[in-house]
């Protein structure tokens, strides 16, 4: 499966599918929440959160994925990422685009 920016698909043929997206909500555990939140009072990168952020961007894009091959799309296009918090210590990663299947 290929996720495609639509400039690269000039003068490609393809029949759109519909959209498809995959979510995930991720949360990090009470002890890397403390060693974050005093990272947060010196200040740098909040490493582990991170980590979370890349493996849940991963996650959900895995399902897109899966939502898109089940359609039986040769692609995904437009995909977009958000983020919104659910509660202080869990967020919510959303990722959706457009199914196509190429013609020939």
Not at 55 to 68: F, I, L
Not at 87 to 94: G, K, N, P, R, Y
């Amino acid at each position: 499966m290929k996720l495609y920016s639509i400039e690269n698909l000039n003068n490609v043929n393809y029949e759109v599918l519909g959209i498809v997206s995959g979510s995930t909500i991720q949360s990090k555990n009470v002890f890397s929440d403390l060693g974050q939140s005093l990272k947060n009072i010196v200040g740098g990168e909040l490493k582990a959160y991170t980590r979370m952020m890349e493996k849940a961007r991963e996650n959900a894009t895995e399902r897109m994925v899966a939502q898109a091959q089940a359609m039986g799309a040769d692609a995904i296009i437009g995909v977009r990422y958000t983020t919104s918090a659910i509660m202080a210590q869990a967020a919510e990663v959303l990722v959706y685009g457009t199914a196509i299947k190429i013609k020939n």
